[in-house]
């Protein structure tokens, strides 16, 4: 039988096109203000706590499903390792007792350093605020997960009843489908509670002074949409576009509508100006209804001068066009 003596000094990777992002990531030098921002108290022995950190990073990159497949996607893969300027991967339990010395002093370091990279790569920090409105959507997700896990508790997860798991709360900056701010919740805890620190973390990422919240339309759905809530982000400077809260509120409005205005492209959607003076809002709005049926309607709230033309329903990023009017 053959055997070969030589040194191997090529390494091929079964996830070619993730290895020519590790290099690009590499030349960023994407992970320094983790290495120098983030400190977690553990002696290191082989490898440091930020190259754990960064193995970790890799295999949710790879596909991991949990930290387990570290040593099936990234261990096993030198090639891949290179690619992101690694010469050798940590053991998964060795990255697992890393992330359990992490402190809440660690993870707010680590949303400095998260922040730092942000601002250094991002698009919607240098949007042009004199030019145009800049426009953040706010939003929940549920996550189901195990019962053992953080943050884990009941909640409402669609389609699925009687189940434990989490709430991913973001800021998307929508014209650049970027996520600004991602922040982890309890399972039942709802936009209605999550607002307010999302935006204030938003504001920090984006370092948005008076002047850029004047030019900055906050979009959020029903679910943050109270009185309280809507005049929060009112008194902070933002512009706002929201759906009622108050379904009662919606309906009495709605028939204060002198005009509907027929959507072309649906025929169960029409628009329409509601002619009573809003009150109990901290500042002056135009409030919009929409109605999708005899018995569905919202209102929304936002600048006289902009008109929604979105499609009903839509959401997420790209979901609500804004045009001068």
């Not at 960023?28 to 706590?49: A, W």
């Not at 890393?98 to 949303?111: G, K, P």
């Not at 195990?146 to 699925?160: E, I, L, V």
């Not at 709360?169 to 982890?184: K, N």
Request: charged content about 20%.
């Amino acid at each position: 039988m053959n055997e070969s003596i030589t040194r191997t000094t090529n390494h091929f990777s079964p996830t070619a096109s993730l290895a020519a992002i590790g290099v690009k990531l590499s030349q960023l030098d994407l992970f320094g203000p983790i290495r120098t921002q983030v400190q977690i108290r553990q002696k290191t022995v082989k490898h440091t706590q930020a190259s754990k950190l960064d193995d970790a990073f890799i295999s949710l990159l790879a596909g991991a499903h949990g930290l387990v497949e570290i040593n099936t996607r990234l261990r096993t893969d030198p090639g891949l390792q290179r690619a992101f300027g690694r010469t050798a991967c940590a053991e998964q339990s060795v990255v697992q007792e890393t992330l359990d010395a992490c402190t809440a002093e660690n993870v707010t370091q680590l949303q400095h350093a998260l922040d730092e990279t942000y601002r250094q790569h991002s698009q919607s920090v240098h949007h042009d605020y004199q030019a145009s409105f800049h426009l953040l959507d706010v939003d929940m997700s549920g996550l189901p997960c195990g019962p053992k896990a953080a943050f884990a508790t009941k909640g409402y997860f669609a389609g699925q009843y009687h189940r434990r798991g989490r709430q991913l709360g973001r800021v998307l900056a929508t014209q650049y489908e970027e996520v600004v701010v991602d922040r982890l919740f309890a399972g039942n805890v709802q936009l209605i509670k999550a607002l307010q620190p999302l935006v204030e973390a938003a504001e920090t990422t984006l370092q948005l002074d008076e002047a850029k919240r004047a030019r900055t339309i906050i979009h959020v759905d029903a679910g943050s949409g109270t009185l309280d809530d809507l005049n929060w982000l009112l008194s902070r400077g933002y512009e706002v576009m929201a759906k009622e809260y108050s379904g009662q509120r919606v309906l009495r409005l709605a028939k204060m509508v002198t005009e509907w205005v027929q959507d072309p492209d649906w025929s169960e959607r029409s628009f329409g100006w509601v002619t009573e003076p809003p009150t109990g809002y901290v500042r002056p709005g135009k409030p919009h209804c929409r109605a999708l049926s005899p018995t569905r309607r919202h209102l929304r709230l936002w600048r006289p001068d902009l008109l929604v033309v979105g499609p009903a329903g839509a959401r997420g990023a790209g979901a609500h066009p804004f045009a001068s009017g």
